[in-house]
Each structure stands twice: as C-alpha cells, then as structure tokens.
C-alpha cells in the first residue's frame, strides 16, 4: 500500500512539475521588440540587451533591439549601457509579438569624477563643417559655446546627448579663425574646457585623377630583393637605375616603391625618418638621381608612404612615451578614461599594448607600429608637409627629382571607429598633395568588401580592387564566374561614389601568396591570370617577379624574395636574404628551375615572352582601359569571351580566354587579326586555342558576323522529390557550386536549360539536389526544418585533435614536416609531424582549446607552405589557410541511398548552398561536420548531392556528350 502511494505521489509530482514547464514554454514561437530610452525620452543607441537564456544584441540607432523565435514564456531582459545604471526587466509573454520600452536612467556623478579630454581635436568634415572629436563621461550631456573672439562665444549646442560621438558643426566660414569652449553637465554638476581656437579649413576636397595613371601599367618594386647596384647583395636606387632598360623591355611606364624611408625593419613598413631613405638602399641623392633617369624614360614613380602608423623607435613615439610635457605626446593615441584597453581590433587582434612607463597606446597591427592620431590638427599637417617634400623636395615647382604620388599603406585604417576621420583625412591629403603637383596620383590599400571599399573613391584617386584580384585567380582556377558582369557590378558601386574613379587591378602583391603559387606553378595557368589581368579593364599593377612565374607563400619573407636574373640563382646584381634583416631564410629562389630572366627572355612560349606580348597589345590600344567598352558575349562552354569597343575606330577586339585544360577550336565567318601572335585569320578558318590560352582578336565585323552561335537545350527528367538539377560541363562547370540550374517550367519533372555554344563537341552531366531533415534531431515549429539550441560551444577547456597530412608526391619522403597555425604562432618549426604508420600520412596531435584555427603544412621549415587539401574551410584573405574547428557542434546526416555528397544550410551560414560541405566518416558511413557556433538558435536543412545522366542521350567514358554542328 505504502509503496502504492508513493508511486502514486511521485507520479502527481512529475505531472505538476511537466504541467509548469508546459505552462513557461509558448506553443508557437513570439517576437520581443525593445526600445532603450533615456530620462528624456531620447532613444539609447548601441546599448547592450541581455535576453537571458536566448541571446544578446545591441540597440540600433533608434534605440530599437528585436528578439524572434522566443519559445519561453518568463524571461528576464538586462539593459545596460556606460554612463547610465542598468535596469532589470522580468517579461511575462502573453502574445507572440511583444512591444515594450525601457527607461534607463544617466549615471550620477560627482563632479569631481567629470572630465573632458581631447577637447583640441577635430576633423574638417568640409568647407563650411567641423566635427570636433573630444570625450567627456557617456552619463554627461554637453553645451557647445562658439564665438569669433575669445570673449563673445554663444551657446550653440545645447544640452547634447553626446556619448563620445563626436558633434558636428555647420554654417562656418572657410579660413575664418572661431574660439570654442565645450561644457560637461551630470545632474547639477558643470566643468568647462578653457576657451580654445581653431581655422576653419577651405578647400577641403578640390581634386581631380591623375590623367597619366588611367592608361599606365604599374610594376611593384621591393627594392631591398629587386637588383644590387654597390655589389653589397642588397637591392638599392643605383641598382634600380640600372634596370631601368628591364622595365622598358618590360613593357611598363609606372613603378610603385614598397617603403624607401628609414626603418628598422626588413619590409620597411615601420618608419623611423620620413625624411630621409633608407641607408641600405642609397641616399637621398641617389635615389633622386634614379628618379631624373626614370623620368628621363617615360616612367612614372610613386612610393610607399605609410602614415597610419610609425615605428616604436621613431624619435616622435619616443618622445611621446618618455618624455613629459612632450611636443609629440597627441602624435599618438594613448589610452584615456574612456578606452578600454581589452578591445579587440579589425580582425579580432589586440591593439593596446604597454610601454615601460606602464601607459597603453594603440597599435593595430604590431605593438612596434604604434598608431598616429589623426584627430590631430598637428598630425595632419605633419604628414601634408611630408607629402610636399617627397613631391617636390626643393619647392622649386620642377618636379623631376621628385615622386609622381603615393601608394598609401593601410589607408582604411586611420581611425577604425571613425569613418568621418578616415575619410576626410583623406580627402584632405588628397586636396593639399595636388595643390603641390595637380598631376600626383594616389592609390590606397583598402582591403574591405566593395560596398565598404568605394566609398573610398570619394577622398582618392584609386583603390586596389582585392575583390577582382580573387576572381581572376579562381577563374584561372576552374571557378565558373562571369568575370565581366562582377566587374561592372564593382565599377558601378564605384561609380555611386565618383565617376572618375581608377580601378587599380592586380593579381597579388607582397601580402599575399604568389600568384605561381596560387596556380600549382603551372605555366599556362599563370599565362591565362596574366591575361585576365591585362585584357580587362583598369590600371594594372606588376608584382616583381610575377613575369617569370616566381614562386612562394607565407611567410611575408618568402613573397619578397629576389628577383631571379640568372639561371644558377647567382651572379652580378643578384640580391641575398642573408642581409638586410630578413626573418626567415631563401626558400624559392634557386638555379635551373626554369624560373629567371635568364631562363625565359627570347623564348617565345615563356611567361616572361607573353607578359611582354599583353603589355605591348594594351598600351597600344587604350580602348582596354575603360570598362565601358567592354560586353560579355552570349556564348556558353569552355572559352570565355568577350568584346572590347574601340570607339575611335572601324574595329573592334575581341578576347577569348580557353578556361579548360585541353585545346578549343572555334570556326570564325569573318576576317580577324590576332594581335598577341600577328596572325591574320580569314572567314571560314578554325581558331585553334591551347588548354588555357588566349586570343585577342581585332576585327570589323560585329560579333554575330564573326561567331557562328547554335541554340541547343539540354533537358533531363527526374523524380518529384529532387528540389533542384544543376547542369555540368564543358559548356559551364564541372564544379557542382558553378553549376547551371535548370528549370521546370511546366511542372512535369522535365528540367531544362537553353544555351548558346560554338560548333564542336561537349561533355556534360547532371547533378540533382534534394532537400532533407535529419530524422533525429528536433524540428522546427513548421515541422520544414531540424532546429538546435546551442547553450554552449564545448564544457571542455582543452581537447586532443589530430592533424593529418597524406604526402603528395612532389614532397619528397625524407623531407621534414610540420604544421604551423595560429596555435603556434604560425612557427614552421614548432610542431613536427610523424609518419607514425609508415602509410604516407603524417600526423600530430596537439591539445587545444574548442574553437576555430587557421594553419597550413610545413615542408623543411618553410620551404614550402602547403594547404590541407581535406579542409572543408579555408581564409578568403588571399592566403588559403586552412580552418579547423576544435570542439563545437558536429552535425551528422547518414543516407538511405547512394549519394555523392551532403551539404549542410542553415541559419549558420546564411542558407548558402556549398558553403558547408560534409565529410564522408568512412567507418561508419555517416557524412559529418563540425562547426564552432555562438550561443542561440539555429534551423538548418541537408542536401543530398547525386550525380546523374540521361540514359537517352550518348554517353561515353559515364558522361554525357552532344555534338554542335
């Protein structure tokens, strides 16, 4: 009896306990909409909201913060923001859309605790506003006095809600001196600045391109690798001098000088004199006298100039760190109340670091790279007059002995949290260089995304196009990717910004992996990029050594290595890594192999023969220069084409590019003229075009006289559970993610697709996609997706994970190897790897921390830095590392059927099909991945990956194949 009721009790218990969790989970899933609002009714950006057991976010510029897909009924909301107290909200959902608005109330202090620092900083934003950049406590609200004389200033500003902002200031008069004071007011508390001065800038953003850089083609120059002219083995001005015949054989009528002031370092990236070169290279006179026989040559030269940041041994820095009272103590930006030194940077790096006097200023790329604080009037005039003399060194208005503009390092990262200081930093630079020489051209380094990029086309002449830089390597690669309509998708951002603008093409420079590297050193590949770069448009920039295919990848060192000249990797003017202060030792640069000077000059199928061919058609035919004239041809398959208009002429060009690796043959019905060859061509001839190769046709017929085009539709039938059919092949991709889709337009499972091809041969195949759930893990509330709530990443602090590396055949059994990553601060020789089983596999097991790491394997110590071809991640900065995630949430799906392959979509990677792709577990069948995943809720799907042909259609070798007559 007792044990009967006992049952009967915990029973009840069970019941009552399920029916209260019942009651705090809600049926369908509700939305909560949170407005912050000061004591004044005023909203409360940027103010952290802290859903408790569902996520945290930010308020936006209206105060405004939304949560959605809530599933519990009771929560609590933390609400806090610096410079006000935080406020708890306990919410008790009764609808599923919940509106509420929170009050936050300023933090009171006393006033001894109030302060305003940098009150004597600001940016001229243009001719008639100021911005003035101070900071006072976020709980303070702000008056702003203003007056033409120190002692008649009116409040104009009143009572601000400033939290650190910065205010902007109109209705001003161009070089017109004003007095300002600013006042900080909490409750009944005031402090005041003193009475300060500031000129209104004029003229703030009065330039124009440079003409001569719009038609020009640029070679990047380290000069410290480039030729030794003192026989001392380090690269310098006389040796650069000397080459100058090279550079006109070459083709090129611009050079970019990576850094030639004073540094410490190898790179020259940290500047210690911006006065003075550096005294590896030669003096100042030297280089002048470089400069006057450059200029003597028809070539243009632009340097290096590195402002965003100086050396830590630059006597300004040391001045500031050290010394009391210091003249140069705002050069830079030190830590105030109000920074907090625990920030992580752009790319989630540290930037404040510590000097001896225990002070933090900020640096974002090295702690040896301390930043310049350009919300300083004085910084921005110092480096104006650093530009004057590297323009015009005597100011004699004679600019021959000096440089005809800037390539500005790091540009986009003058002040990170201000894009008002950036930009019109920049603008302002701009104005007072062509005030000097009104025909300098400058181009940035603003490696960003296009839509945060071109907004840069307003403050310079150009920009690097890093976005274009990646395409052309990954169509070289087999991407498929209409070239042509990204690049007039990327001008016409551009374009938003300015018409004028100067799109700086290039395939790599010295940040990033060669482009020989990037292509698996294959010759015709790296004549195919070499094409793209000079038959579309823009201003084309030459890294050194990319015209003889030189190899290399990170470390930095290994991208800046000699220029090869001789056969034997030795001889008169070649440069050393032994000197000058390089980190790591010579890897690539080596005798015979095929890649120097020496080795490729007079041989006509040479990389360096069809640099030379490409520069010569380009230069004589502006036409290649602007975007405008160019229209991608309707014609599908393995040869990408498209038209350049020459406007000033009968004749068009016409550029095929072979993107497969065996030969294309293309019939023509009207005469052509190929320019890279000097081959006429008459109606009715076959183009025969090598695997990879290009033509570049000039011709007066249009391209429906020149191109015979056929119609054909490819049609396949598949069952009515396949979501989508993607056509492969010949005439597209063999890559499933730049696969042509089809449609089904009548609903009766027939899928199809209309291409226009060239007579001749085409492989093809299909590949179907059919959506599908993972039947054990919990569905969404429409029952249309799996879903999973992430509280926590992994509990464990470390974990065991195992890199594994099959030797490829061109690494030689005895050579060493090792893997080097963000684990080990990317140190080739850290961590060696072991062929524990004699099967060719090398591995290493190291114990780290749940979360996400690049690396790459090591041959010899640095030799050669290769990625691991089984990596389902890799960095998209242009190096190819790879990604591992240690520990996170691993999703597992195992078929019914014979696939090919899973991927994975969902809230985690945005529903972009291809980006996640499983891995097959071998032992178990399974297809898995682990992904490293922030707390909160995330729905997701699998896609079952077949490929397939059309049983009626002629099949060889388990392909399809049609032929176009």
Not at 842 to 854: H, R, V
Not at 887 to 899: A, L, Q, T
Request: aromatic residues 12%; charged residues 25%; glycine residues 6%.
């Amino acid at each position: 009896m007792k044990k009967r009721i006992l049952i009967c009790l915990l029973l009840g218990i069970t019941l009552l306990f399920s029916a209260c969790n019942e009651e705090e989970l809600l049926q369908n899933p509700a939305e909560i909409v949170i407005k912050v609002v000061d004591e004044a009714g005023e909203v409360v950006a940027n103010a952290d909201v802290n859903l408790e057991g569902v996520a945290t976010a930010k308020t936006d510029s209206q105060g405004l913060v939304a949560f959605d897909d809530i599933r519990q009924a009771k929560l609590k909301a933390i609400i806090s923001k610096s410079g006000y107290d935080s406020k708890e909200k306990k919410l008790n959902l009764t609808s599923l859309s919940t509106k509420l608005t929170v009050e936050l109330i300023r933090t009171k202090l006393d006033k001894e605790d109030m302060v305003i620092v940098d009150a004597n900083q600001y940016i001229d934003i243009d001719d008639n506003m100021l911005k003035f950049l101070f900071k006072t406590n976020p709980a303070n609200r702000i008056n702003l006095y203003l007056g033409e004389s120190s002692d008649k200033l009116e409040k104009v500003k009143s009572n601000v809600n400033y939290n650190n902002q910065g205010i902007k200031m109109e209705g001003l008069t161009p070089n017109k001196t004003y007095y300002y004071k600013i006042e900080a007011i909490n409750g009944e508390n005031t402090i005041s600045t003193k009475v300060l001065s500031f000129k209104k800038m004029g003229n703030t953003n009065n330039w124009a391109p440079a003409k001569w850089a719009r038609e020009s083609i640029f070679y990047e120059v380290f000069v410290r690798s480039f030729y030794d002219g003192n026989g001392d083995q380090i690269g310098d001005f006389v040796g650069l001098k000397e080459k100058i015949p090279y550079l006109k054989e070459l083709g090129v009528d611009a050079l970019w000088l990576m850094p030639i002031n004073d540094s410490p370092s190898y790179h020259g990236y940290d500047v210690v004199d911006y006065y003075n070169t550096n005294p590896d290279y030669g003096t100042l006179e030297e280089f002048q006298e470089f400069l006057q026989a450059a200029h003597d040559n028809g070539i243009k030269v632009i340097m290096d100039l590195v402002v965003n940041h100086t050396s830590s041994r630059n006597p300004w820095f040391e001045s500031s760190a050290y010394e009391e009272g210091s003249q140069y103590r705002d050069y830079y930006v030190w830590q105030d109340e109000f920074d907090d030194i625990n920030e992580a940077g752009p790319w989630g790096q540290r930037v404040w670091y510590q000097r001896f006097n225990k002070e933090y200023y900020h640096a974002v790329f090295w702690s040896e790279m301390p930043d310049l604080n350009f919300s300083n009037p004085e910084v921005r005039a110092e480096m104006k007059k650093v530009a004057r003399f590297w323009l015009d060194p005597d100011n004699d208005g004679d600019f021959s002995d000096g440089v005809d503009g800037f390539r500005l390092d790091a540009a986009k990262h003058i002040d990170d949290k201000d894009g008002d200081v950036t930009h019109n930093w920049w603008q302002e630079f701009n104005t007072a260089v062509k005030e000097v020489n009104p025909n300098a051209f400058l181009v940035g380094e603003n490696w960003a995304e296009t839509d945060k990029m071109a907004r840069f086309f307003e403050d310079l002449d150009a920009s690097f196009n890093f976005s274009l830089a990646d395409r052309m390597i990954e169509v070289t690669n087999g991407e498929n990717i209409d070239i042509i309509k990204e690049l007039k998708e990327i001008h016409a951002k551009y374009s938003s910004y300015s018409d004028n603008f100067i799109d700086a093409t290039f395939l790599r420079n010295h940040d990033q992996n060669r482009v020989a590297s990037e292509l698996g050193s294959d010759k015709e590949k790296m004549k195919l990029a070499a094409s793209l770069l000079l038959t579309l448009p823009g201003t084309p920039f030459i890294y050194y050594g990319e015209e003889i295919g030189q190899i290399g990848t990170k470390p930095d060192d290994n991208i800046r290595e000699p220029f090869d000249w001789y056969s034997d990797a030795a001889g008169n003017g070649m440069t050393t890594m032994d000197k000058g202060g390089f980190y790591h030792p010579m890897a690539y640069t080596k005798a015979d192999d095929g890649i120097s000077l020496e080795e490729q000059q007079g041989i006509e199928e040479s990389i360096f023969e069809h640099y030379k061919r490409l520069i010569r058609v380009r230069k004589s035919n502006p036409a290649f220069f602007s975007s405008t004239n160019y229209t991608k041809l309707d014609i599908s398959g393995p040869n990408y084409i498209y038209k350049v208009e020459s406007p000033q002429h009968v004749y068009d060009f016409f550029v095929i590019h072979n993107l497969s690796n065996s030969l294309q043959e293309i019939a023509i019905n009207a005469d052509a003229y190929e320019m890279l060859t000097a081959t006429n061509y008459n109606a009715s001839d076959i183009l025969k075009i090598p695997a990879y190769g290009t033509m570049i046709l000039k011709s007066t017929a249009t391209e429906r006289e020149l191109f015979n085009v056929r119609k054909v539709v490819f049609s396949y039938k598949v069952d009515p559970s396949v979501d989508k059919v993607l056509l492969l092949g010949d005439m597209t991709s063999w890559n499933s993610a730049d696969g042509l889709e089809m449609k089904d337009r009548d609903n009766d499972g027939i899928y199809e697709v209309e291409l226009k091809l060239t007579p001749g041969q085409y492989k093809y195949q299909f590949v179907t996609e059919t959506h599908t759930l993972d039947p054990d893990a919990p569905l969404s509330s429409d029952g249309k997706k799996n879903q999973i709530q992430i509280t926590k990443s992994d509990s464990k602090e470390t974990m065991d994970y195992t890199f594994s590396f099959d030797l490829p055949e061109n690494v030689n059994e005895g050579d060493r190897v090792t893997v080097a990553g963000e684990f080990n601060g990317w140190n080739p020789q850290a961590t060696d790897m072991t062929d524990r089983d004699g099967d060719g596999v090398y591995e290493a097991t190291l114990s780290l921390s749940p979360g996400e790491y690049q690396y790459k394997f090591v041959i010899n110590g640095g030799e050669r830095w290769i990625s691991d071809p089984k990596a389902t991640k890799y960095s998209n900065d242009g190096n190819r590392n790879s990604i591992v995630t240690v520990g996170g949430h691993i999703f597992s799906y195992n078929p019914d059927k014979n696939i090919n392959g899973i991927m994975l979509i969902g809230d985690m990677n945005d529903w972009e099909p291809f980006n996640t792709i499983l891995r097959e577990n071998t032992k178990t069948g399974a297809y898995e991945i682990s992904l490293w995943l922030k707390p909160g809720q995330y729905q997701y799907q699998f896609i079952e990956l077949k490929t397939e042909i059309d049983p009626n259609a002629e099949e060889i070798d388990g392909v399809n194949i049609i032929t176009v007559e």
